[in-house]
């Protein structure tokens, strides 16, 4: 159980670019979940996949984020033309499918966004 | 919708004294609960879940948390806290739906000598 790993660990970026961000699960785990936390404040969810399907986004994610797990196992998210307001720390989870477990989320190292 | 409040921003307690995180959730069956640690500028850990069966959980690093139902509480403790404790606590809920978390916003802990 080598834990869930993100990269890159920070990311600055200017306002209007791309940038994408990779999370590496627990590999035996088919769940995967990206959150966004800000300063100050618990994170919030943003959208989870089991295996290679999203089944649930939240209304945070706009029309410029998207994510993909596209072989069920490692997820990218994406941040089309970058805005200030998008600089946060983003997280990564993963867990056990099916019932009680899939709450008991593990979490990465996560990937700090700054936004200039 | 499910809600955490984490009444304390702040919290300052001394090396080898005794510490409580309070808790308060929002949820109208029995909950899923869990206690998150957060250093600076790392990742979550988990501390500590509660699913249901006995109300008193232990988890790791010496704490512990308590569930009671008729105070929708979830409250951390510790007997002895160590400087190394220092850090952001963060109480969650699982949601009805959708398999996510919902947290608080978090209990800042500093440990004085």
């Known amino acids: 159980d080598t834990g869930v790993s993100q990269d890159p660990r920070h990311k600055i970026t200017k306002r209007g670019q791309n940038v994408t961000f990779r999370c590496d699960p627990i590999?035996?785990?088919?769940?995967l979940y990206w959150y966004r936390q800000t300063l100050g404040q618990g994170p919030e969810f943003l959208t989870y996949f089991q295996n290679e399907a999203q089944l649930e986004k939240s209304r945070l994610l706009s029309d410029r984020f998207s994510a993909e797990r596209p072989k069920g196992s490692f997820s990218t998210l994406e941040i089309q033309r970058t805005e200030q307001g998008d600089s946060a720390m983003y997280l990564c989870?993963?867990?056990?499918?099916?019932?009680?477990?899939?709450?008991?989320?593990?979490f990465g190292p996560g990937t700090r966004l700054t936004v200039t | 919708a499910q809600s955490v409040t984490q009444p304390d921003i702040h919290i300052t307690v001394s090396e080898g004294a005794s510490l409580e995180l309070r808790c308060n959730y929002s949820?109208?069956?029995?909950?899923?609960l869990f206690w998150y640690v957060q250093s600076p500028g790392q990742g979550l850990q988990l501390l500590l879940k509660y699913f249901s069966g006995d109300t008193l959980v232990q988890g790791i690093k010496g704490f512990e948390a308590e569930f009671k139902r008729s105070q929708s509480s979830f409250n951390l403790r510790k007997p002895s806290v160590h400087w190394s404790d220092a850090a952001e606590y963060f109480c969650?809920?699982?949601?009805?739906?959708?398999?996510?978390?919902?947290f608080g916003a978090g209990t800042i802990l500093r440990v004085k000598s």
């Open positions: 989870a993963s867990s056990r499918g099916g019932g009680r477990h899939s709450y008991e989320q593990y």
């Open positions: 590999s035996e785990h088919n769940r």
């Open positions: 949820y109208g069956a029995t909950p899923y």
């Open positions: 969650a809920v699982g949601a009805y739906r959708g398999n996510k978390l919902v």
